[in-house]
């Protein structure tokens, strides 16, 4: 694999974007260095390396560096290496032993390996590795392949005591330019002091490699342009306050591997800024589009998935859990602070401030205070399965919500399970919708703005009302009450789905479907497909259970609810 793959990818959104109709503003521009073109020079390999300085870390005594050529400088004192590299050659520098207080600092303005072969390296002055430019030839638009070899080990200390007021130093791993790992080896990162990994450009990750990052002072991986991982596994573990696990000021992306993210700190305010608290956290664009993800937050005020921008699900696997309390509160305002609910932070699973599209893959979204998916524009899903719990809104969109297929399970416990506040369209799909009695629907559009709820297709399952005043092309029809805990099954022409009612919810049962379903109760759920965590079985065969009467839904003429 050419890690050029990685530009290639930003660059082909960035297009299909810009002729798709975004704002100059929305687009994701990667800076890099214009020689980065495909070719032997891309591979991360770290053969294609014109030397190779080997550095070797010892325990008990001081460091020794071999393979140095004309154009390398090294100062050692005692396991601090650092290395100048004034010349042109594409270097491999190979690492190895154990450094209990030490350090390896890189000045280049090129291309260059680090291979961690086996390698200790703890410095309780500052970062572990730290990659600068040169002061004529800047680090930035340089890549470094990290290739991972057995089992390595990096941490920083709890105070940076050694950077000079002239350069940056932000992480246990650092570097000016981008950072690429790769190889079959695993890598440990243990931050005290700042963040794990962070890039100034951008942070990648190839198949084979490990890569696990515990932070208790600062984000786990920041890449300022971007993260993407197109493969390998990695693990990442933030305890600190305000922090995140991914963090970008532009894109995140997921192209395959398995990523695991796991952030237990509480959003805080520090001198009167508010610190938030998010598995991961983009700025411009969060694209998920192969592979396996899953985010917790058990944290005041935390998000899952956090993103200014727009949200795209084209495929893969995505778990999100949040489990902690709101920051603040609607009616109380911020720890405080007087009553200043500007300060509020919902706990929200994805919360996204641009549009979400749902087209592909699994999304499984819980948060127990408040929304489990919310878009402060429009939510758009049109293949794929997602389901959302909450206490609040399970969908909650600022706009226009619709659904034209795909697989829809919105479980709220205490709120609507589909929440518009704009018009709502359902146009296709098999769609399951659970809310809260009366003031609260399952299915909810902003009749009070001007706006409606049209039913036009797909198959919906609905346990509680729809909104007031829906135009129902296709026709609904209800049944005035259903038993809790149960199997039904659903069959709308020669399509049986099998569904799991929940232990409490609005008193109707509401369906609807091309054709006018049959609904029973009580069925055995013979064999299907499990889907939407288990809620549903699709292509079931069901036998048993008691025909449901039905009558035909009206759906009013009135407004929604009572707000």
Same mark, same amino acid.
């Given at each position: 694999m050419i890690v050029n793959r990685f530009l290639l990818r930003v660059l082909v959104c960035c297009a299909v974007l810009l002729f798709a109709g975004c704002h100059k503003d929305d687009i994701v521009t990667v800076v890099s260095d214009p020689s980065d073109t495909a070719g032997s020079d891309d591979e991360t390999q770290d053969t294609t390396s014109s030397r190779t300085v080997t550095v070797t870390f010892s325990a008990n005594s001081s460091a020794t560096v071999?393979?140095? @050529?004309?154009?390398?400088?090294?100062?050692?004192?005692g396991n601090d290496v650092v290395v100048r590299n004034n010349g042109s050659e594409k270097v491999l520098?190979?690492?190895?032993?154990?450094?209990? /207080?030490?350090?390896?600092?890189?000045y280049s303005g090129r291309k260059q390996t680090i291979r961690l072969d086996n390698v200790s390296i703890a410095n309780s002055r500052g970062?572990?590795?730290?990659?600068? !430019?040169?002061?004529?030839?800047?680090?930035?638009?340089?890549?470094?392949?990290?290739?991972?070899?057995?089992?390595?080990?990096?941490?920083?200390?709890? #105070?940076?005591?050694?950077?000079?007021?002239?350069? /940056?130093?932000?992480?246990?791993?650092?570097?000016?330019?981008?950072?690429?790992?790769?190889?079959t080896g695993s890598l440990t990162v243990n931050a005290t002091g700042k963040s794990g990994i962070t890039s100034d450009e951008y942070v990648g990750f190839l198949d084979g490699c490990i890569v696990n990052v515990n932070s208790s002072s600062g984000h786990g991986?920041?890449?300022?342009?971007?993260?993407?991982?197109?493969?390998?596994?990695?693990?990442?573990?933030?305890?600190?306050?305000?922090?995140? !696990?991914?963090?970008?000021?532009?894109?995140?992306?997921? &192209?395959?591997?398995?990523?695991?993210? +796991?952030?237990? @700190?509480?959003?805080?305010?520090?001198?009167?800024?508010t610190n938030r608290v998010a598995g991961i956290k983009a700025d411009k664009l969060f694209e998920?589009? /192969?592979? #396996?993800?899953?985010?917790? +937050?058990?944290?005041?005020?935390?998000? @899952?998935? +956090?993103?200014?921008? /727009?949200?795209?699900f084209n495929g893969g696997t995505v778990q999100v859990t949040v489990t902690g309390s709101n920051f603040g509160s609607s009616g109380g305002g911020w720890p405080g602070g007087?009553? &200043?609910?500007?300060?509020?932070?919902?706990?929200?699973?994805?919360?996204?401030?641009?549009?979400?599209?749902?087209n592909g893959g699994t999304v499984y979204a819980s948060a127990s205070k408040h929304e489990a998916i919310e878009s402060k524009g429009t939510v758009t899903i049109s293949g794929g399965e997602v389901y959302a719990y909450s206490s609040d809104d399970a969908v909650n969109s600022a706009s226009t919500m619709t659904i034209t297929g795909g697989y829809v399970c919105a479980h709220s416990t205490g709120n609507d399970g589909l929440d518009a506040n704009g018009n709502c369209y359902i146009q296709g799909g098999f769609i399951y919708v659970i809310g809260k009695n009366s003031p609260e629907m399952a299915i909810d559009a902003n009749t009070e703005g001007g706006f409606r709820l049209y039913v036009q297709g797909g198959t919906?399952?609905?346990?509680?009302?729809?909104?007031?005043?829906?135009?129902?092309?296709?026709?609904?029809?209800?049944? #005035?009450?259903?038993?809790?805990?149960?199997?039904?099954?659903?069959?709308?022409?020669?399509?049986?789905h099998a569904f799991k009612t929940p232990s409490s919810g609005g008193t109707k049962l509401v369906v609807s479907g091309s054709s006018q379903p049959e609904v029973k109760s009580g069925v055995t759920v013979n064999s299907g497909t499990d889907i939407l965590n288990g809620m549903v079985k699709k292509d079931a065969e069901c036998t048993g259970g008691n025909t449901v009467s039905l009558s035909q839904y009206s759906s009013g003429g009135g407004g929604g609810g009572w707000w």
């Open positions: 071999t393979g140095n @050529g004309s154009n390398q400088t090294v100062s050692i004192n520098y190979v690492l190895k032993g154990t450094a209990n /207080d030490g350090y390896l600092k890189i970062a572990a590795i730290n990659i600068q !430019g040169l002061s004529d030839t800047p680090n930035k638009g340089k890549r470094t392949d990290v290739v991972l070899v057995g089992s390595s080990m990096l941490a920083d200390g709890s #105070s940076y005591t050694l950077t000079p007021s002239n350069e /940056d130093e932000k992480a246990a791993l650092f570097s000016e330019g981008q950072i690429v790992f790769s190889g991986v920041r890449g300022k342009d971007y993260i993407l991982v197109n493969g390998g596994t990695i693990d990442v573990h933030v305890s600190a306050n305000g922090k995140k !696990g991914f963090s970008s000021d532009s894109l995140v992306r997921f &192209n395959g591997g398995v990523t695991n993210i +796991s952030v237990t @700190g509480n959003t805080v305010v520090v001198s009167g800024d998920m589009n /192969d592979g #396996s993800l899953t985010v917790s +937050s058990s944290g005041t005020g935390g998000k @899952g998935i +956090s993103c200014d921008g /727009d949200g795209y007087g009553g &200043n609910n500007n300060r509020s932070v919902g706990a929200k699973g994805i919360k996204f401030d641009g549009n979400l599209y749902f919906i399952v609905a346990i509680g009302s729809l909104e007031n005043g829906a135009q129902l092309t296709q026709s609904c029809y209800q049944s #005035s009450s259903w038993n809790k805990n149960v199997w039904y099954s659903i069959t709308v022409g020669d399509v049986v």
